[in-house]
């Protein structure tokens, strides 16, 4: 792997870890919220779980590729990652 190679998935280990602590921000204000307020919050919640585990399964899987098909899978991994970015800017309810 490149060294540039290794940059690119470092900047990705670092979004998952931003977007992480938005996860978490987000659970502790759905905590402080009456039950009717919370069901915005939860699914908005389980969204962005949802999409942070597939984050962590697509970036695992790009660190497993072998170099013949990195363009491949980093191709791949930035339309992902696109559609999980639009996920997490969306203001929650």
């Given at each position: 792997?490149?060294?540039?190679?290794?940059?690119?998935?470092?900047?990705?280990?670092?979004?998952?870890?931003?977007?992480?602590?938005?996860?978490?921000?987000?659970?502790?204000?759905?905590?402080?919220?009456?039950?009717?307020?919370?069901?915005?919050?939860?699914?908005?919640?389980?969204?962005?779980?949802?999409?942070?585990a597939a984050a962590r399964q697509r970036l695992d899987a790009?660190?497993?590729?072998?170099?013949?098909?990195?363009?491949?899978?980093?191709?791949?991994?930035?339309?992902?990652?696109?559609?999980?970015?639009?996920?997490?800017?969306?203001?929650?309810?």
């Open positions: 792997m490149t060294h540039k190679d290794e940059s690119y998935l470092a900047k990705l280990e670092n979004q998952i870890e931003e977007w992480r602590g938005k996860v978490d921000a987000l659970a502790l204000k759905a905590e402080r919220l009456t039950a009717d307020a919370r069901r915005s919050y939860d699914k908005a919640l389980e969204e962005r779980k949802a999409k942070l790009l660190r497993a590729i072998g170099s013949d098909k990195w363009e491949e899978g980093k191709a791949t991994v930035e339309s992902f990652w696109k559609e999980a970015k639009a996920v997490f800017e969306k203001p929650v309810p």
